[in-house]
């Protein structure tokens, strides 16, 4: 049969198989598996049918444990059902996978593995996962390639179906979930061949039906429930039978023979590695390498772990083995020894024990981890395994990849040991996200893969920060098949497409002697040697590199591709990688540029043609001189003055060096030190904001709106300036407050602004001779990057305004505060950044932070280094995150032992008052901690206790001493997104609600999943285009506010700081001040609204006017002082919704995929806000009769 | 009463026709135009360079973000349709014609020679009954040749006029220098009709927040002098039809363009402050005027005020001024 080639990744692999054989999909979002059901939800939004001609249902849960209920349903009622998750979701889903099993369902759940969140959550793959469901009574499958997921999903279901075990397929999160290869790409008819429909009948038939009455799912006693559980067992004994018995028909239509375990290696080893998904490849090329060197060892790969067949697995071993490691991707603490290993040690022990052993000897047996969390997992790790099972006595329970020098668990390895042959392209590309670079190299994938033999390989490593991150692709292209399945350590081909990386990261270390270098330079061909480091220059000399030099930028610009030089990098690349002829290969790139810009009209297509052609009249080859004579240094990752644990391992982390730390450089419970982003000056932006002192009014407004804390304002004595550098800019500070000898300045952070613009927007002065500049103006940053950064360290020294002399509640007053929120790695004109920033100026230096997993949880905690920071006094806030399910909860934990620690010390205090004085106890008992006055004193009057505690022997000031700080008022945050808020977390929100506790819960709505990349919510509005809402959500947004103002104890604000700042301040100092639940839900424009960042405050502002986004507040103490709780802030509807609405890309590309559908929604929309206003201005009128 | 008149060919009722608006965007719409006695009407003009900017727009915004984050590699659901006009306006110039009527034209503003050719094509195969190109260019670069700005004009409306088949007619400005000349210019190549004038977007300064706001003032009846002018000028020299647009608020305004010379009135600021109910309204005005001073039909008094058919031709020139001038004193 003629099977078409395709290059895709395990996730598109998985969905393509599951789609085509399954009825009824449930799932929710959680990397690395989103894409899985994000391709589902677009095959049946496309129409495609499955291979029995309908098309399946794909339906977004609220949670994994939601998608998991609704698969049991979709199963019991006899549809064939699947759902994609990992991790935490996989971990939700546990419940009902006990029931499934239990109940012996058909059915397959795809797996990208990924680490459970630990010490710290990790998005990485590992199996920690999959491990943790395996006594659900699920069979666990394991895919080690792209092709082998492809095929995996199809055997599984078969066997699933035949033996009425369900499956959990699982393959390993990124390494297999992202790479892209190219693979054979199964047919309908492959599949109706293995998917026999007596099978699917005799599902239905146990379906539960009214026309068929049964009771499934009884309470049963312990008369009667154990053997009833028994009953399982001749299921799970067939099994594995069953299993090859798939496989085996698969064979007959593919030619790709899997068995249950399949040893690969000499027939004659003695030494054999034993171990699951894709890390079996690399062992895999490893075993092929030394056998051809002249060794003679093997390995097992294991494919069906769950149910485990001792009699398969034994039959696999060679007789000749003599010693065995087992390896697992995965840790579990205070076990005998890992899953996989365990399995081994019984297998080999049972079948001694019974006689049947086929080797001489019992065989040596060590376990191993490796891998954790996507750790890189090469041949030369292997080969440290391999050397350590041929000494005498081996290291058992090792780890190999990290050096473990706290329990030195670790094996050594050669970094230098490759397996990488010689007919292999190996290429590596540094890029910007936002340049393109990955999309161009996903279509040099694909064109290679498609237009040539050769076999494809490719997989991109992001940073972890969402503006200006680096990406680096790794690919490789190759004769045979590939089975590397770890990053390029031996490049041949390396793309450097910024130039500003070479200063940063060591592009060149991965390049091997006489490799080609293609550098995008800015600077003319004749003069960019010169910019060129010179430790780099050396590098280029002594490896005899080719170099080429692009100006990509200046082609971009005249081909009107603005930033992306995705095709004109990709142009170079095959230009001069002889890959494809030149001319062959400059066709087929226009020919992928048809296929991807095609449906987006042919201008796109034309434009992308003239990047081509501009691209090779500007690629030209540097000639290397003989010496290194640049003056350009490397600066230091961190500056000198940076505290011990920023340069001994933040900084290793920022360089890229991370895997070169050992354990002991970490804190053994996952904490963290804050205010590290300071360290890590980014310098990502071209332009940086420029204050004009002489028209600025001094309104704040810059400092409140921007994003990453870059923008700062101190009003101090004149006297300061005395030592100021040339270019310090000050002018005289305006307002009552300040006397005579007062002046105000307000500096930028150069090397850390983004170059949102969110400032100069919102600025609302204008130059009165050249009405184009404002108060703020956006100039070019390298000129100014020295100047501003002595400016700048000037600036921070100058003491910040004692805080209890500022009034808090106005913008101008907010903003004197010291944010301690700073330089986080959200994305420039984050919409959300500066509600976080606010509540760290008003309460940092004694709030708490309960922090849903999402955007707000990877730009506050995401390393190498985090942006909660400390005041002079070294308070701040302090910040963790649980889950993303159970963040309401975890705050409310906090509260609960805040409030109980507060209560015990009251008590001590009581207990102790004579020693304590009476004075004293009556002020800390009664302290009035409602401003800042307040608790300053409070503050002294703590410390004044712990003095006179500290004296005393007695155990209660033992205890109240431990517990003294509780006296002081904390602020407890619990910080998160839509999906947390009205999804996945709404349960326990709802509950912290009705507890009556007093936390204070921000909701950063960006009405949108954004962190995992734009999956709809309950908060995404109706007429909006989503993932999981391709033709527009049709129903409304859940009204959160609404729900909330319900329980009438609840203070709930809406706010939007682009419409109104001074409600925005209002209602943040309001929410915490309210002793009990308050919610605040913040309009958080976002790049997944598919808008100019920069004009994310006008779109605010349109919300608002457009009755959209009602501004109100509704404050339960009103009641108590006779007044109306409900504060209605915004005006009556002013636009139509479409005039907002259709700023965005969400919207409005619903106008062009589903015109007429568009028009539906866009008018249901507007009704929406109608009844919304109608809803809000009522409650106003209400409330006014019922005060007459 | 006989109101009827010939528009480039096309039989019209009366010389009533909507003019290139928002208004014509909705089908229903359209419909209470006829009932209410529209005679034709000319569709909102597609603008090509509207429909590229969407292209681009659409497309940067779909790939914002995208390949930057391992968690979030895109933020929207890849589709494999979009239709960027004009296939949307294809389709509302063809549910136009299935829900009435009256003839439809077209109206386009294009950027491109291909753009013009292209577009026009597929208006005309779309169903459109005639074609109005809507056609400017500002000349803000002191070194461009007028000559050539003007040539340009006549080579756009020769592409066009090759390209199809359904009558067209230009949409012009009143800034020519000469637009006896350029008028004779454009009739020469076979211009079906002209519409004089467009009435563009001015910008205005908004001295609160010291911003140039371009927005668009409606019209009054004051603002017809300058098209009467000139259809009372070109009226008889010409082989093209003449439509008069801007300031036509009442039935008053319509007679005095017809008899000016023109052949249709182009409404749009009267509708849009009044209703679509006001086609009725000055229809039934013109029927009265025309009743009470006994005239029998709309060709009767065609052109009978124009510049060749008045006593005094030298009222419509510039000593018309000087005239009022010596009045006064």
Known sequence: MNRRMNTIDGNEAAAYVAHKINEVIAIYPITPSSNMGEWADQFSAEGRKNIWGTIPSVTEMQSEGGAAGAIHGALQTGALSTTFTASQGLLLMIPNMFKIAGELTPTVFHVSARSVATHALSIFGDHSDVMAVRSTGFGLYASNSIQEVMDNALIAQAASLKSRIPFVHFFDGFRSSHEVQKIEELTDEDMR??????MIFEHRKRALSPDKPVLRGTAQNPDVFFQARETVNPFYDACPGIVQEMMDKFAKITGRHYHLFDYIGAPDAENIIILMSSGAETVHETVDYLNEQGEKVGMVKVRLYRPFSIEHFIKTLPESVKSIAVLDRTKEPGSAGEPLYMDVINALAETQAAGDLPMKSYPKVIGGRYGLSSKEFTPAMVKAVYDELSKDKSKNHFTVGINDDVTNTSLEYDPSFSTEKSDVVRAMFYGLGADGTVGANKNSIKIIGTETDNFAQGYFVYDSKKSGSMTISHLRFGPRDIHSTYLVSEANFIGCHQFVFLEKYDVLAAAVEGATFLLNSPYPLEETWDKIPKKVQQQIIDKKLKMYVIDAYTVAKETGMGARINTIMQTCFFAISGILPRDEAIAKIKGTIEKTYGVKGEEIVKKNYEAVDGTLANLHELKIPATADSKVKLPPTVPEEAPDFVKNVTAMIIAGKGDDLPVSAFANDGTFPTATTQWEKRNISLEIPVWDENICIQCNKCVLVCPHAVIRPKVYDKKLLENAPKTFKHSKARGKEYDENMVYTLQVAPEDCTGCALCVEVCPVKNKQETRLKAINMASQPPLRDTEKENWNFFLNIPDLDRRGVSVHTVKGSQMLRPLFEFSGACAGCGETPYVKLVSQLFGDRTIIANATGCSSIYGGNLPTTPWAKDENGRGPTWSNSLFEDNAEFGMGFRLTIDKHGEYARELLGKLKTDVGKDLTEALINADQSDEAGIYDQRDRVEELKKILDKSDKAEAKQLLSLADLLVKKSVWIMGGDGWAYDIGYGGLDHVFASGTNVNILVLDTEVYSNTGGQMSKATPRGAVAKFAYSGKPLKRKDLGRLAMSYGNVYVAQIAFGSSDAQTVRAIIEAEAYDGPSIIIAYSHCIAHGINMQYGLDQQKLAVDSGYWPLYRYNPD???????????????????????????????MLTKSHPEHAKKLIELAQEDVNEKWDYYSGLVKTDKSTEN | ??????????????????????LGRDISTVKRMEEAGASAVVLESLFEEQIIHEKFEMDHFLAQGTESFAEATSYFPESDMYNFGPDEYLAHIQQCQKAVGIPIIASLNGVSTGGWIDYARKIQEAGADALELNLYYLATDPAKDPRKIE??????????????????????????TSLSHMATRFDEIGVDALVLFNRFYQPDIDLENLEVVPNLVLSTSESMRVPLRWIAILYGKLKASLAATTGIHTAEDVLKMIMAGADITQLCATLLQNGIGRITEIQEGMIKWMEDNEYESVKQMKGSMSHKSVAEPAAFERANYMRVLKSYQ
């Open chain 1, 193 to 198: 061949a293995m998917i026999d429909d007596d």
């Open chain 1, 1118 to 1148: 009103l009641i108590a002082e006779g007044k109306s709780p409900f504060t209605l802030d915004s005006k009556a509807p002013k636009i139509p919704f479409r005039n907002y609405a259709y700023n965005e890309t969400r919207y409005k």
């Open chain 2, 1 to 22: 009463m006989d109101l009827t008149t010939t528009y480039m060919g096309l039989k019209l009722k009366n010389p009533l026709v909507p003019s290139a608006s928002p």
């Open chain 2, 151 to 176: 040539d340009n004009y006549i080579e756009v409306l020769k592409a066009v006029k090759n390209a199809v088949t359904i009558p067209v007619a230009l949409k012009l400005s009143p800034f020519f």
